[in-house]
């Protein structure tokens, strides 16, 4: 049982370039979430979605776009990545409803150089 | 807003002792109360959820208690281990932001052996 499973796990950039991180989960969870984790500022969400092909904005969306084209994957693109996203990026997942819990993936290590 | 506080921001104990780790939310209207444990460079475990209806939940060595009328989770770990060192987060899924999390900072717990 995967779980969410997170692509790649390491990754560094040079400020401009673009990447996309693949979040993935077999549970048939609705809603997925991307957060970002910085020493000192704990964890933010960046995006989430409540469904396939639905996405909203969470408390720091800027600089980074969504998709939710199937159900068990979410992307978190980086258009022109910047060294202000150098961070731990966390995807999560959990049934549509609120008496479930959180599951989360392994996190990737983004350095923007 | 939802606010959520835990105290203490580290803990060295030494091993063998039963501990308790504090998570105080603002405001009452929850759904649920999650903790999570983070090992350094990793990702979120998932410990105990527990519902807002609920007063306690246990697994193995752990025992979390919500009191919702006061505002307060509790997390204790019974003979603790060398093991048990790791990050403790709670979170609260609370009726205002449906969708979302509000996060504690966590409780950086040592174990000496």
């Known amino acids: 049982n995967a779980g969410v499973t997170q692509t790649p796990k390491f990754r560094v950039l040079k400020t401009g370039q673009s990447m996309t991180l693949l979040c993935a989960q077999d549970?048939?969870?609705?809603?997925m979430y991307w957060y970002r984790q910085d020493p000192g500022m704990g964890l933010r969400l960046i995006h989430y979605?409540?469904?396939?092909?639905?996405?909203a904005k969470g408390e720091v969306p800027d600089g980074y776009n969504v998709s939710r084209l199937k159900k068990q994957n979410f992307l978190l693109g980086l258009e022109s990545a910047a060294p202000s996203q150098t961070s731990v990026y966390f995807c999560?997942?959990?049934?549509?409803?609120?008496?479930?819990?959180?599951?989360f993936g392994s996190g990737t290590r983004l350095t923007v150089v | 807003k939802q606010e959520v506080t835990q105290i203490p921001a580290a803990l060295s104990v030494p091993e063998g002792e039963n501990l308790v780790l504090n998570c105080s939310f603002t405001d009452s209207a929850i759904y649920n109360l999650q903790w999570f444990r983070q090992d350094p460079g990793k990702g979120l475990t998932s410990l105990l959820l527990?519902?807002?209806s609920q007063r306690e939940q246990t697994s193995g060595r752990l025992n979390a208690s919500l009191d919702k009328s006061s505002g307060r989770s509790t997390l204790y770990i019974a003979a603790s281990q060398p093991g048990d060192s790791a990050t403790y987060l709670c979170a609260v899924r609370d009726m205002d932001s449906n969708y979302q999390l509000i996060w504690g900072a966590g409780t950086k717990l040592i174990i000496k052996p």
């Open positions: 549970m048939n969870h609705e809603y």
């Open positions: 999560a997942s959990t049934r549509r409803g609120v008496n479930y819990g959180y599951t």
């Open positions: 979605s409540v469904g396939e092909g639905t996405t």
């Open positions: 527990i519902q807002s």
